[in-house]
């Protein structure tokens, strides 16, 4: 049972356009999530986070929207640019529980 | 510099040849956790530890062993290696947080293949 989907293997936009990356859970006790950027040969890296108290976060050209009852989240880039290009994992969590589940990653590759 | 650091970054190993991996992390963080990474499957946790001496089990522990005797570090033990264990293995560690909600800073990860 994979609580946490990324429908979307991979994505390929233009330059200065946006990029629309989407997750969707199943779970309803998760109460916060987050995105992370991964590069080839690295470990992936915390982009955005939002509870889900909130509907939208905002940190500079990247913005996470959530979507509670339709349990989906997504992550807009604006402008895109091409260092954007990497794996984006979306992750789910609850309150005061350790464990963490991802999806499977969204390959985004931005052409110049 | 803030980090998390495992070792070794790539390995080959024989079925059955016990083996760990070590995970350090110099940012006084109460949270950290183990992840495999196939294709396909995205990141699945492995074990976690919420503070030093307590450990619980994540989505995919068979196979693995964790011990967390002292808060900056969080091995990964394969008591009895297969190849099915053959992966891409991500150590991670986060700060305080309410509820432990908070990112997680990720290693560099370790390849490992079981031969």
């Known amino acids: 049972d994979q609580q946490v989907k990324q429908n979307s293997p991979s994505l390929s936009v233009q330059e200065g356009r946006i990029s629309i990356l989407n997750c969707d859970y199943t779970n309803s006790m998760f109460d916060y999530f987050l995105w992370y950027k991964k590069y080839p040969a690295e470990g992936p890296t915390f982009l955005i986070s939002?509870?889900?108290?909130?509907d939208k976060n905002e940190d500079g050209r990247f913005t996470v929207f959530l979507n509670k009852s339709a349990k989906h989240l997504s992550l807009h880039i604006v402008p895109s640019q091409p260092g954007d290009s990497a794996v984006y994992f979306c992750a789910a969590t609850r309150t005061n529980a350790g464990k963490s589940t991802f999806g499977d990653g969204t390959t985004l590759t931005v052409k110049p | 510099e803030a980090q998390v650091t495992q070792n070794p970054r790539y390995l080959i190993t024989v079925t059955g040849k016990k083996l760990t991996v070590t995970c350090s992390q110099n940012?006084?963080?109460?949270?950290m956790s183990w992840y495999r990474q196939d294709p396909g499957l995205g990141l699945r946790q492995i074990y976690y530890s919420m503070n030093v001496e307590v450990t619980d089990k994540g989505d995919v522990p068979e196979g693995y062993k964790v011990s967390r005797k002292e808060k900056r570090n969080f091995p990964l033990i394969l008591e009895s290696p297969s190849p099915n264990q053959t992966s891409l293995y991500f150590c991670?560690?986060?700060?305080?947080?309410?509820?432990?909600?908070?990112?997680?800073?990720f290693g560099q990860g370790t390849r490992l293949t079981v031969v």
């Open positions: 940012m006084n963080h109460e949270y």
């Open positions: 991670a560690s986060s700060p305080p947080g309410r509820g432990h909600r908070t990112e997680a800073f």
């Open positions: 939002i509870s889900s108290i909130k």
